[in-house]
T-cell receptor
């Protein structure tokens, strides 16, 4: 069973629409992250989340983005009004103890048209 | 600033050749962790290894080996007797302590390895 599961695997959306990307880590994970990889480029940090609040965010993570863990299990990334340049692979990552290896989900490929 | 450099953008080898992927890092932290991840064509990130800054022993796992040299800030990855299934993008990453006391990964730009039959 994978440590981190992401849904959907692929989402196509129209520019301006809201999208929600979902991540389900296993129950003993404490630290959660979203990363983004624009096609063919490096994996970039977006945001980290611990103890039900954002602990760090990058300059990419502007007001269009938000994260939450509403029910103690799912960890979501919402993009309020998608832009073409939001097209990328989005990875959720989680780990239980600080500085152990992060378990990455299989990614959600977001295509904004 | 923390930084990870993978100078090799793409490497092509013939099956059974050995190949080394280079990773050079910069950090101000005295305690840090280094990682290698594999990204096959299917897109997921597969964890390969974690190494802490106090452990400079080289590690071997099957056909994979890692050479950590603190003196040159390098953490190189060698695949022995490469196979077509090794074709992927390989990322080196460095953990960085954040202002909130948690950690985040800084990734290199990746090296695309093509193993030809």
């Amino acid at each position: 069973e994978p440590e981190v599961t992401q849904t959907p695997s692929h989402q196509v959306t129209q520019m301006g629409q809201e999208v929600i990307l979902r991540c389900v880590p296993i129950s003993n994970h404490l630290y959660f992250y979203w990363y983004r990889q624009i096609l063919g480029q490096k994996v970039e940090f977006l945001v980290s989340f611990y103890n039900n609040e954002i602990s760090e965010k990058s300059e990419i993570f502007d007001d269009q983005f938000s994260v939450e863990r509403p029910d103690g299990s799912n960890f979501t990334l919402k993009i309020r009004s998608t832009k073409l340049e939001d097209s990328a692979m989005y990875f959720c990552a989680a780990f239980g103890q600080l500085n152990t290896e992060a378990f990455f989900g299989q990614g959600t490929r977001l295509t904004v048209v | 600033a923390q930084k990870v450099t993978q100078a090799q953008t793409e490497i092509s080898v013939v099956e059974k050749e050995d190949v080394t992927l280079d990773c050079v890092y910069e950090t101000r932290d005295t305690t840090y962790y280094l990682f290698w991840y594999k990204q096959p064509p299917s897109g997921e990130l597969v964890f390969l290894i974690r190494r802490n800054s106090f452990d400079e022993q080289n590690e071997i796992s099957g056909r994979y080996s890692w050479n950590f040299q603190k003196s040159t800030s390098s953490f190189n990855f060698t695949i022995t007797a490469s196979q077509v299934v090794d074709s992927a993008v390989y990322f080196c990453a460095l953990s960085e302590e954040t202002t909130s006391g948690t950690y985040k990964y800084i990734f290199g730009t990746g090296t695309r390895l093509k193993v030809l039959a």
